[in-house]
Nanobody, 121 residues
């Protein structure tokens, strides 16, 4: 079993910052990609950004220049630094981990339960 736990959500005013953290633990041999998704009320879940083990990151256009993803491979953690937050960033943010349980094993993925970010004055 693999557990994925997010933390750091909350209420912030427009223009403010928040930092989300995610930790993966359990039967993990290697983590390929760690990503952040979000789902706003009434909308589909969307990819916010992701980062591979080598450090290369990808972001959705709407957060480029405002959000930064970083990961610690030794600790199996990933963070999402969110700056210049806007009301439209309000959503439940989910951490996703693509991993394998053994060398050459199939790629699997695991999700956290989500953390709510509310941007409002």
């Amino acid at each position: 079993q693999v557990q994925v736990v997010e933390s750091g959500g909350g209420l912030v005013q427009p223009g403010g910052s928040l930092r989300l953290s995610c930790a993966a633990s359990g039967s993990i041999f290697s983590i390929y990609v760690m990503g952040w998704y979000r789902q706003a009320p009434g909308k589909q879940r969307e990819l916010v950004g992701s980062i591979i083990s080598g450090g290369g990151a990808h972001y959705v256009d709407s957060v480029k220049g405002r959000f930064t993803i970083s990961r610690d491979n030794a600790k199996n953690t990933v963070s999402l630094q969110m700056n210049s937050l806007k009301p439209e960033d309000t959503a439940v943010y989910y951490c996703n981990v693509a991993y394998s349980r053994s060398s050459g094993g199939p790629a699997l993925d695991a999700w956290g339960q989500g953390t709510l970010v509310t941007v409002s004055s």
